[in-house]
């Protein structure tokens, strides 16, 4: 059975801490991961990796694929308050749907 | 570009109603739309895929006499939730996708509080 683990399932940290987040996939015929946030509502999408060992990186957050280990990260320089939210990992196979991850709830303390 | 909207954001009905959200790509069009149901700290549930022109595709658990599906054309699909319970008290969210052949990129729209009391 597909399936994608997020760990840690929660994290505090204080403003200006780095972290990395991290997603494992299972994901039959395995096509894309991606990676999103959650606020209050709906998630809105900050990385869609195809590539492995190619990071791609907006502002402060970064986020790279290893398809030998089927595990992908995603990294949040100089966090701010901001930056609280669940972030959400899902895998993609070529039936079309995304996998989710249970994401992992990231609380940033000023 | 890629924004998605859906109404209402948020709905109180009463038990055995029947409640229609719709789901709107804004500038573009969506080839595929899926909705999700969420429920408070859980991941997205998928429900149900639906494909403009043709019948929506179920996950399994889902029935689809209960959750009736349509997308009409390549901006609105809606979902109508027919003989609303309690139970379906959730976060309905739908997400677009402009070319399912060309990119897995999902775009979501805001969601729909729905309380059935």
């Known amino acids: 059975e597909d399936k994608v683990v997020q760990s840690p399932l929660s994290l505090v940290v204080h403003e200006g801490d780095t972290v990395t987040l991290n997603c494992s996939y299972e994901?039959?015929?395995?096509?894309?991961l991606l990676w999103y946030k959650q606020e209050k509502k709906a998630p809105t999408f900050l990385f869609m990796l195809?590539?492995s060992g190619i990071e791609k990186k907006s502002g402060r957050l970064s986020s790279i694929l290893d398809k030998k280990e089927l595990s992908s990260i995603l990294n949040i320089t100089a966090t701010q308050t901001g930056d609280s939210a669940i972030y959400l990992c899902?895998?993609?196979?070529?039936?079309?749907?995304?996998?989710w991850g249970l994401g992992t709830s990231l609380a940033v303390n000023p | 570009g890629a924004v998605v909207s859906q109404h209402p954001s948020r709905v109180i009905c009463k038990s055995g109603t029947s409640v229609k959200i719709e789901c709107r790509s804004l500038?573009?069009?969506?080839?595929?739309m899926f909705w999700y149901r969420q429920f408070p700290k859980q991941s997205l549930m998928l429900m149900a895929t639906s494909n403009e022109g043709s019948k929506a595709t179920y996950e399994q658990g889902v029935e689809k006499d209960k959750f009736l599906i349509n997308h009409a054309s390549l901006t609105l699909s809606t979902l109508t939730v027919t003989s609303a319970h309690p139970e379906d008290s959730s976060f309905y969210i739908c997400?677009?996708?402009?070319?399912?052949?060309?990119?897995?990129?999902?775009?979501f729209g805001p969601g729909t509080r729905l309380t059935v009391t």
């Open positions: 997400s677009a996708v402009r070319d399912i052949h060309i990119s897995y990129e999902q775009y």
């Open positions: 195809t590539s």
């Open positions: 500038d573009f069009q969506a080839t595929t």
């Open positions: 994901v039959t015929n395995f096509r894309s």
């Open positions: 899902a895998g993609a196979g070529n039936n079309r749907k995304l996998i």
